[in-house]
């Protein structure tokens, strides 16, 4: 399959991490697409890119110029967010696998072109089971992650170990071990399909029983009278994410017959998530059926702040807040922290007071610089008080 005049589609790609690198490998080997070029911000050589190193660029404007659609997983907010905002002014279509970016400025970059997450990490992957189940006649009540390990303060020395034993960077082995990048993904979900959390921090079920877990939730969500985004820990439960859901009474014999078991709730999951792999499709049907899977939505509920790993001294500055030792993200509800501050907006920010564990860092708390993130995350906030006054009134 072809774009609609004939010619392979021409893929930009932001970011030569992991998902950059793997998706340029994948493209490359397909008879629909073509790379284009690739944005980089790395100074010479880049390994293991599956393409030769004349498709990289370090000029955004080469990028667009040679492309009908951009994919962009870069992990950087503030960085994301200028490269979609130029994309836009191009015209081009973009597909994100960057929760990072999503519940920061998604919403407000979805007011400016068209932008969709890519189905293969986990907010793709439930949004695309949501479409499945629904269709089945399936009233979900909790939109889950599966998360086989947590240490919510691990060591610099650990994730030293960890990362290069996995072969990832250091910040991204920490996000996802301090539990920062689920709760990332599960606000994106929340956000994006109407969800609601039932807590700070979410739930986070322990469990050896994978089922057993997810209908913990589901009893927790009905009681709640909610439908919730949240997660599971489990070492024992396969990788992936579900859905616990219930169906009409009149069909449990049938539900029974086909191995659901007796209900009232049942446990639908995808084991896997393929990440760069799913990538392609979702741009077909981007580009071929307008479908947007996934968005932050037009008036997000749910955010990540920053929840401080240790007393930190006025005067220090947090270099990085995903994946940083100082701080990790915890989901939150807007409404109940106005002024948190995004964990995503926290790059090279000095703390005007002193910090305890524990804390929750809000803007009164630091000096940031300006920057286009910054600007789009208020007026979501502007946006959102707007929307609360008009429902008052």
């Given at each position: 399959?072809?774009?609609q005049?004939g010619?392979?589609?021409?893929?930009?790609?932001?970011?030569?991490?992991?998902?950059?690198?793997?998706?340029?490998?994948?493209?490359?080997?397909?008879?629909?697409?073509?790379?284009?070029?690739?944005?980089?911000?790395?100074?010479?050589?880049?390994e293991?890119?599956?393409?030769?190193?004349?498709?990289?660029?370090?000029?955004?404007?080469?990028?667009?110029?040679?492309s009908?659609?951009?994919?962009?997983?870069?992990?950087?907010?503030?960085?994301?967010?200028?490269?979609?905002?130029?994309?836009?002014?191009?015209?081009?279509?973009?597909?994100?696998?960057?929760?990072?970016?999503?519940?920061?400025?998604?919403?407000?970059?979805?007011?400016?072109?068209?932008?969709?997450?890519?189905?293969?990490?986990?907010?793709?992957?439930?949004?695309?089971?949501?479409?499945?189940?629904?269709?089945?006649?399936?009233?979900?009540?909790?939109?889950?992650?599966?998360?086989?390990?947590?240490?919510?303060n691990?060591?610099?020395?650990?994730?030293?170990?960890?990362?290069?034993?996995?072969?990832?960077?250091?910040?991204?082995?920490?996000?996802?071990?301090?539990?920062?990048?689920?709760?990332i993904?599960?606000?994106?979900?929340?956000?994006?399909?109407?969800?609601?959390?039932?807590?700070?921090?979410?739930?986070?079920?322990?469990?050896?029983?994978?089922?057993?877990?997810?209908?913990?939730?589901?009893?927790?969500?009905?009681?709640?009278?909610?439908?919730?985004?949240?997660?599971?820990?489990?070492?024992?439960?396969?990788?992936?994410?579900?859905?616990?859901?219930?169906?009409?009474?009149?069909?449990?014999?049938?539900?029974?017959?086909?191995?659901?078991?007796?209900?009232?709730?049942?446990?639908?999951?995808?084991?896997?998530?393929?990440?760069?792999?799913?990538?392609?499709?979702?741009?077909?049907?981007?580009?071929?059926?307008?479908?947007?899977?996934?968005?932050?939505g037009?008036?997000?509920?749910?955010?990540?702040g920053?929840i401080?790993?240790?007393?930190l001294?006025?005067?220090?500055?947090?270099?990085k807040?995903?994946?940083?030792?100082?701080?990790?993200?915890?989901?939150?509800?807007?409404?109940?922290?106005?002024?948190?501050?995004?964990?995503?907006?926290?790059?090279?920010?000095?703390?005007?007071?002193?910090?305890?564990?524990?804390?929750?860092?809000?803007?009164?708390?630091?000096?940031?610089?300006?920057?286009?993130?910054?600007?789009?995350?208020?007026?979501?906030?502007t946006d959102?008080?707007?929307?609360?006054?008009?429902?008052?009134?």
């Amino acid at each position: 399959m072809k774009s609609q005049n004939g010619k392979k589609l021409r893929i930009g790609i932001a970011g030569t991490g992991g998902i950059g690198r793997g998706l340029a490998k994948l493209i490359a080997r397909r008879d629909d697409m073509v790379i284009s070029k690739i944005l980089t911000r790395r100074k010479g050589k880049i390994e293991d890119l599956g393409v030769g190193q004349d498709f990289l660029t370090t000029e955004p404007e080469r990028l667009f110029e040679s492309s009908d659609l951009i994919v962009v997983s870069t992990g950087d907010t503030l960085y994301s967010t200028r490269v979609i905002h130029s994309a836009f002014e191009y015209g081009l279509p973009v597909v994100t696998m960057d929760a990072d970016t999503q519940v920061v400025t998604g919403s407000w970059l979805s007011k400016r072109g068209v932008i969709t997450e890519a189905n293969g990490d986990q907010p793709g992957c439930l949004a695309a089971l949501n479409q499945e189940i629904i269709q089945m006649g399936f009233d979900p009540l909790v939109y889950g992650n599966i998360k086989g390990f947590l240490n919510k303060n691990p060591s610099l020395e650990d994730m030293l170990f960890w990362g290069q034993k996995q072969g990832y960077s250091l910040s991204s082995v920490t996000s996802f071990t301090d539990g920062t990048k689920l709760q990332i993904e599960q606000a994106l979900i929340a956000n994006g399909l109407g969800l609601d959390i039932v807590q700070q921090g979410l739930v986070g079920y322990e469990t050896s029983d994978f089922e057993k877990g997810a209908f913990a939730l589901a009893e927790i969500a009905q009681n709640e009278k909610k439908v919730i985004s949240d997660y599971i820990i489990s070492r024992e439960s396969p990788p992936g994410v579900f859905i616990a859901a219930t169906h009409q009474e009149d069909l449990a014999a049938e539900l029974k017959t086909y191995k659901m078991g007796d209900g009232p709730f049942y446990l639908l999951y995808k084991p896997m998530h393929l990440c760069f792999f799913e990538i392609p499709n979702t741009i077909l049907n981007l580009v071929n059926h307008d479908e947007i899977l996934l968005d932050n939505g037009a008036t997000p509920s749910v955010s990540v702040g920053a929840i401080a790993k240790k007393d930190l001294s006025a005067g220090s500055v947090i270099d990085k807040g995903i994946g940083g030792m100082e701080v990790r993200g915890e989901a939150l509800k807007i409404e109940d922290a106005m002024t948190h501050v995004p964990i995503g907006l926290l790059s090279n920010v000095e703390l005007k007071r002193n910090i305890e564990q524990g804390e929750l860092i809000t803007f009164d708390d630091i000096h940031i610089p300006d920057s286009l993130a910054l600007t789009a995350w208020k007026s979501t906030l502007t946006d959102l008080s707007l929307k609360k006054e008009s429902v008052r009134r």
